[in-house]
């Protein structure tokens, strides 16, 4: 009997020291680069936007656009409803504009800053094999300013517009003009209203009429400098009939202090066309004590338009110290289809608070939302959702399955759905489990020779793997591994 | 007006009557709600309750009157206003407006103790002033607080036993709109059980009554205590009900609430496990017509290890009618093996009809077992073809399985009398019979028949 107790206890100790291990897990992407960049002094003001445009060389409307932006900005206060705890930002301690300062696009990648290939390389995104290797457009991202851009005229070809935002606003202003800031206003909310008037730059997406885009277009994210906030603008226009997928990666190195995110992805579906987004976010997520770590505030919606079109999110969020993050659709067209598919893991002391919102405004619209949280440490992890139906739209589906999985005792995972239907011939559904792995199941793989800690990982792995499936190929390897980094693959 | 003004209006009445005629053993309970409410009126207007504002607006857009002096409701209690369900031998409370009427007084069996706030005994004076203590913050429940003129202080003695359900009617009668602050505190102490069945009924169905009812209870260890409620009003009634529970080691609570007949109806459910091994079971029905709102709110708090808790709530909506459900689950750090289960469905059967549904889990301990489904649709389009088939008319086809989709939240009360009752009531709900009581007093059915004539 004894000795059972001290099996038991030694496994119990076991289970703790891979704890341990992979709460103690060191931030592997950790590193600074040296690249001289641009910065303009700390500060928010109408100059700060003024000379924001005037660097980037934009038309008047859109320094109107930014204009209006930041004046509403300062009508606003930052949001406190998520289950967060955020310390307060000083916005006019951060820089909002850094650009490399190499201004002449490089022809080949010999005249990429070598330090820029190295950062890229030991994140294990070498671009040119990438380029060779895998077939994906990778538009990277430095701080502010796209640096390099490829595939461009294997795209261009079909008549596929992809580039960086500002280069769109230079060279296809009336499309950018028409879509811009319609999916989001920057009315929406305060970070939007930030981002609106300070955007740096993005990317943009322009899929014409019946065109299948042939390869998965990629941006990789990386916030440099320190003491900038970035703020990526997104724009994808998906015309009738056609096909994208989308890959944003986001790694960024170690910093002491907190850094700022303010994204804004803004994404149009018109008749039967169909985008696919999916996310890695691996931002840096602060070390063992809560020191640093990016904020990252992220206003992602989607406007299904047109009848019968479709708009599918994919997201394993894995980094952060602060996650605010809630990519939504708007299923207006007939027939149109929404999804969502999240993991977040949460370890240490970060915080998420992430989820969707499903706007059911056309008939039979559907929207399916998977999100599995899993929390360790001394984390906080909520999901967030709202599946609305609109009074007018008839026969809408939704179904909604929100997981968490519970890894340490002094972790917390919540759950925030609100649901309101307003017409009879919806069917919605909500599930919702919180629990942490049954020992039942770890007892089965021991039994079966299969050590506590390959078990854990079998079972957040089989855990997670409903929306690890929904990426495409490229990004799942990359999102298996990030899953193991996090939780060492071995949370217990 | 909005509702924080009313609630400033309400502030000043009392404070220009120089404070309402509460009873001596809650003085310090209802003068230090009272001081709180400047405050917490001023956090309302700037924060209302984000999915109540608009609601909270309309229950208190008509003018009350307040019955700061306590005057007595005098009524021939026994004879006018018995509302029992068939076969159902209880002991008898009354609450005309806000009166105390306590008939069964004399036939109390042992270990059950019912008393007035205002005839309390002095020995009980600390009891009954830590149950009625109110700690939120919400404005409308601080001036139910400081409205109190009186309440009724039920204790049930350690390891009493009490069979005969206790029955509290509560009965609206007046001429002019009515704001009625109704107090019920229950402290069942350790081993102890007890029944309570609480019912609601409007005499004069015409005028608007709002309906304010707080229910505490303190539950000991090991003891049970089952509370039902049935409200069957009129559309003229707005409904604030509270049940604020306390429970300890290994005791029971089981709550059924059912909403038949009313105007507007918010139940507010605060539930504190504190101890160990305690097992929750909270049930609600809502079937709503015409414009009626029915709002099931619970916070259910986990703080003690090994604990159960159930929860089912069940809605059909018809006509323009507007159903809210927000529950909360929050297991505390510590709060070891715990196990719940929130369940929520909900029916729209009219194109008007609206549901809004939040189910949340707030969990901050890895050891547990939690989960909450909700879902909002229609009746099977299959199984009434089936029984329009079968030649069953499709009217009737509805009613009996909105009837049986109702069922298991009315299988969920223990005692046998009361869920046929009930049953039988949910029938002639969806029948649009009258709903009353077939032994309820002539007074109250011609009344209700009258307003649907």
Redesign the interface.
Known sequence: MKENKDITEKEKREEREIISDATGGEYKYGFTSDIDTDIIPPGLSEDVVRHISAVKGEPEWLLDFRLKAYRHWLTLEPPTWA?LTIPPIDFNAISYYAAPTKKNTPKSMDEVDPELVNTFNRLGIPLEEQKVLSGMAVDAVMDSVSVKTTHREALAERGIIFCSISEAVREYPDLVRKYLGKVVSYRDNFYAALNSAVFSDGSFVYIPKGVRCPMELSTYFRINASGTGQFERTLIVADDDSYVSYLEGCTAPMRDENQLHAAIVEIIVEDRAEVKYSTVQNWYAGDAQGRGGIYNFVTKRGLCRGDYSKLSWTQVETGSAITWKYPSCILAGEGATGEFYSVAVTNRLQQADTGTKMIHIGSNTRSTIVSKGISAGHSQNSYRGMVKVD?KAEGCRNYTQCD?L???????????????????????????????ISEDQIFYCNQRGIPTEEAVALIVNGYAKEVMNKLPMEFAVEAQKLLEITLEGSVG | MTAAESFGQYLEIVRAHGGSKCPKAVEGVVREATERLPRAIEAYRHDPEDLDSCRADRIYAPDYAVNLDGVTMNADVAASFHCGVPQLNSLLCVYVNDSVHIPCAGKLPAGLEIYPLRELPEEYHADAAALAKNTSDSPAGLIDTMLMTDGFYIRVAAGAVIDKPLQIVNIFNSTMPLYTSRHILVHALENSQVKILLCDHSQTPQTAHLNAETVRVVADNGSKVELYDIEESSPATSRRWLLEATQHDSSNLTVCTAFLRGGITRNEYRINVVGDGADTSLSGLAICTGSQIADNRVTLVHRGRHCRSRQLFKNAMFDESTGAFGGKIIVEEGAEATDAVQTNRNMLASPSARMLTAPQLEIYCDDVKCGHGATTGQLDERALFYMQSRGIPRHEATMMLTQAFMSDVVDNISFEVLRQRLHVLVEKRLNGTSGSCDTCAAACRTNISKEEQ
Do not use: R
């Not at chain 1, 340490?408 to 759950?415: D, E, L, V």
């Open positions: 289950h009074k968490s519970l890894l340490s005792p002094t972790c917390g995972a919540h759950t925030f759905p609100v649901i309101d239907v307003a017409n009879s011939t919806a069917v919605v559904e909500h599930e919702a489990t919180t629990s942490k």
